[in-house]
């Protein structure tokens, strides 16, 4: 099964729940970070990382030899990532989506596909947890192609947990995509319920049947409670306010490991899951 | 001849306080525009109360259509998308589809066409602070970076137009392009951090992303009394970094009761010690900028 | 020598357009190449939109992308014009309404150097 674990609004504990989920599974479990902006999975799990490597993207590499500056490749490209005059091409590699377009129109055969470097991706194990992460090089623009690459690591042999990017447009979709239940962590505040709605919206276009974990349950109000029952959503599962809980995060502790009960509760939740989502 | 001043509250973390932090400003400050780009999941609204002046339709990207009249199913699309955006049925599947075009000049019998898609909304609004630029993108869309140049954009015509010296910027978590649009052009770079070890690494990435596009950093550090050991490490990495922490706000209940109750903290608890910190890091703030007719 | 010289314009028609009343937000920049002899030997446009102005985060740093020698305008901020002024790219203020009109009086030497960042966009 895969799940995914996103949220509309940052800092609601995402990667917390997520990374207490596989620890309490313990066996058959993948945890792939998708959040490659700021990937925070690794420093709660601390795994022991056997393999690293660089990711790179597509970006035309052009062949002045062939180029005949018929400037067709910069027509084309929707993203004004060429820039052609009689005698130069300019490439604006930041502006590159990667689409390949310029190398079908070039009538000469003169671009080819050149990379370049947008991150790096690294796979470790804690125990019997494999993790693998992304971190996308500080100044590059896009996540997406990143998140694609985490993802095309993924081993479905195992059930399979995503931790997705806060925000509701194109890192987290492009993490939730293909999910078989989406986890949505909130916290009962008026930001955390906007946010919600925000994500509820995206999953519910994209056909993926989620549920709901109130995390820091008991500092706000009532108004989330309200909304999922309203929508029929199901609240999995609460995570009270605790001072203990939040010291140990902050430490780098996952706190299913210190404080007793909870690894239980994390396995009755994913089984709920596999239930609701028909798997 | 005078400049307009932007400040940008960032984080890199989601969730240490860039919203709350930025209500609080704007209800601190004489002249400012306040800009929300957080535009995937805004929230300032909720606690300014913005009345809606201007509306714009953002048309952020384009999407694929495949005329099935005209399709013979050769499947030349998927096989040259590299988005993954066809599907084995040969529908285009919207949240991946990026609009790039690849599809419609490789389908031999031109049943592909390519559509522009309100992808959101800008609005600019009055608050009882002063202006509001903001905007909402459409749950799932693309291109949020744009959307951010926009309200971006907004802002500067509007503090140009009406005279308003600053422009204060609540930027979105994260450090990807719509980040990278929300700092564009800043003065200075706020940097709300919170001491948990997730949040110290996501510092680090954030001020690094403010040093790639040679914007200084100031750095705040929220509930700074969750975890004091935390704290100290991020007083010494500011203090090896030459980066001045302009603040310390300790924990508060408070905040979220101000939050329920659609105030900013400094209206809803104004002897509060969590304002009075508040204040003093606006005070820093205004003397950065060298706006203290402004504070 | 060859000469590459940047304006903001309105719209797409190149040597036709108008110019753009600020430059930052411009909605085109038209790119104009001349020839040792003051000939013009291409017109480009580029769109001044992306989400985060190719990956450079300001229209200055995105037109120094392309090496220009000078950037003709109405005005500047006072930023983008000491950025320029930095990169040894002349700026000169326009004196015409239309990008073929300003062209000619770069080529005569016409062109005043724009010395301050003006806050007022004129609208001509």
């Keep these: ?279 | 001849m005078k400049q307009v001043k932007q400040i940008t509250i960032l984080s890199g973390k989601g969730g240490t306080g860039k919203t709350t932090l930025t209500a609080a400003f704007a209800a601190l400050a004489e002249d400012a525009v306040i800009a929300d780009c957080d535009v995937d999941a805004p929230d300032l609204h909720m606690l300014l109360h913005p009345k809606i002046i201007e509306k714009q339709e953002f048309k952020g990207s384009k999407l694929a259509v495949i005329n099935e009249n005209k399709c013979i199913k050769c499947g030349l699309c998927r096989e040259k998308c590299r988005f993954d955006a066809i599907t084995e049925d040969l529908k285009i599947d919207p949240f991946s589809c990026e609009g790039c075009g690849v599809c419609a000049i490789v389908c031999p019998v031109n049943a592909i066409t390519l559509t522009e898609q309100i992808s959101g909304y800008a609005y600019i609004s009055k608050t009882k602070f002063g202006f509001m630029v903001h905007a909402m993108l459409n749950p799932g869309e693309a291109n949020s970076g744009k959307l951010v140049t926009l309200v971006k954009q907004n802002a500067k015509t509007l503090a140009e137009n009406e005279d308003i010296p600053l422009i204060i910027v609540d930027g979105p978590p994260g450090i990807g392009c719509p980040v990278i649009a929300s700092i564009a052009d800043a003065d200075v770079g706020l940097v709300i951090s919170e001491p948990t070890m997730s949040g110290i690494h996501d510092l680090k990435r954030v001020i690094l992303l403010l040093k790639h596009f040679n914007i200084p950093s100031l750095v705040c550090i929220n509930m700074y009394d969750i975890n004091r050991d935390n704290t100290q490490k991020i007083l010494e990495f500011c203090r090896e970094n030459d980066i001045e922490v302009v603040g310390k706000i300790p924990f508060d209940s408070k905040v979220v009761e101000a939050m329920i109750n659609g105030k900013t903290i400094v209206e809803f608890s104004p002897e509060s010690n969590v304002t009075e910190e508040i204040r003093k890091i606006w005070e820093k703030l205004c003397n950065v900028l060298n706006l203290t007719g402004n504070c | ?124």
Aim: proline share 6%; glycine share 8%.
């Design chain 3, 1 to 124: 020598m060859k000469e590459r010289i940047v304006i903001p314009a309105e719209n797409e028609n190149g040597l036709n357009a108008r110019l753009s009343g600020h430059f930052g937000r411009a909605p085109y920049f038209v790119i104009v190449d001349l020839n040792e002899n003051g000939e013009i030997l291409n017109v480009n446009v580029i769109p001044n939109t992306s989400e985060h102005f190719g990956g450079v985060g300001r229209p200055v740093d995105r037109i120094l992308q392309f090496n220009p020698d000078a950037v003709i305008t109405y005005d500047m901020g006072p930023r983008a014009l000491s950025i320029f002024q930095e990169a040894r790219v002349a700026v000169l203020r326009a004196n015409a309404n239309i990008i073929r009109e300003v062209i000619e009086a770069y080529k005569r030497n016409m062109l005043e150097e724009l010395t301050e960042g003006c806050r007022r966009a004129r609208h001509g």
């Design chain 1, 1 to 279: 099964m895969i799940v995914s674990i996103a949220s509309g609004k940052g800092g609601t504990g995402k990667t917390s729940v997520a990374v207490n989920m596989a620890i309490s599974l313990g066996s058959n479990i993948q945890l792939l970070d998708c959040d490659v902006e700021e990937p925070n999975a690794h420093l709660l799990l601390h795994p022991k990382i056997i393999h690293e490597e660089p990711v790179y993207s597509l970006v035309p590499s052009i062949n002045e030899r062939l180029c005949d500056h018929c400037g067709k490749c910069a027509k084309f490209c929707p993203y004004n990532a060429l820039f052609v005059t009689p005698d130069e091409v300019l490439v604006f590699r930041e502006l590159c989506h990667g689409c390949g377009g310029c190398i079908l129109v070039c009538p000469k055969g003169a671009i080819a596909e050149g990379r370049h470097k947008i991150g790096k991706l690294s796979l470790g194990y804690a125990n019997s947890v494999e993790i693998v992460y992304g971190e996308l090089e500080v100044g590059e623009p896009m996540a997406t192609p990143l998140i694609r690459e985490v993802k095309r690591h993924m081993n479905k042999n195992r059930n399979v947990i995503l931790d997705a990017p806060p925000g509701a447009s194109c890192p987290m979709v492009e993490t939730v995509k293909n999910s078989d239940f989406c986890i949505l962590v909130t916290e009962p505040t008026p930001f955390g319920l906007h946010d919600l709605k925000v994500a509820v919206h995206v999953l519910e276009d994209m056909n993926i049947p989620l549920g709901v974990i109130v995390n820091r349950a008991g500092i706000g109000d009532k108004k989330v409670y309200e909304y999922c029952e309203k929508k029929n959503i199901p609240i999995l599962f609460e995570i009270p306010y605790q001072r203990k809980i939040a010291e140990l995060y902050s430490k780098g502790i996952p706190f299913s490991l210190e404080i007793p009960g909870w690894k239980e509760k994390f396995r009755k939740l994913f089984n709920e899951v596999k239930v609701l989502a028909g798997k």
